[in-house]
């Protein structure tokens, strides 16, 4: 197992992780049979030229799962729990594309043990996704 863990105790506003992927087919075909959303746009080349996007293009859930990478192996790591996410997507991810997410702690509540993080993901300089992370953080108490 490789990853950070941080405790609550550990945690200060302004910290912050990323995670790197180029976004390929077979990532997106993988996610498709996963998660049961076969919507053309993703997978059938002739369908997305028509589309507005010209291309296939990654699901907005393929690409907002990368903030859980973030959460649940850097920032803050191993023991969190997920408690919720708002997104706002704001452009489409294509084959290719090499996404970056990023995390930042913008608050910490150490009584309630929760932390919040703005999140996004973004291909190049252009942000395609954004919004706020509630996380349960482990304590050394």
């Not at 803050?76 to 489409?92: D, E, H, M, N, V």
Request: proline fraction near 4%; charged fraction near 25%.
């Amino acid at each position: 197992m490789s990853g950070a863990h941080y405790c609550i105790e550990d945690l200060e506003v302004g910290m912050e992780a990323a995670h790197e992927r180029v976004v390929t087919g077979n990532d997106i075909e993988t996610f498709a049979e996963l998660s049961g959303d076969n919507n053309p746009v993703h997978l059938d080349a002739d369908f997305a030229a028509r589309s507005p996007f010209k291309a296939r293009i990654a699901h907005g859930m393929l690409t907002a799962s990368f903030i859980s990478t973030i959460l649940g192996t850097k920032l803050p790591g191993y023991g969190c729990i997920y408690l919720s996410q708002t997104l706002r997507f704001k452009a489409p991810v294509r084959i290719g594309d090499t996404v970056r997410a990023l995390a930042r702690i913008s608050s910490l509540d150490r009584d309630k043990r929760r932390a919040s993080l703005d999140c996004s993901v973004s291909v190049g300089d252009k942000v395609v996704l954004e919004g706020e992370a509630l996380v349960l953080v482990p304590s050394r108490a």
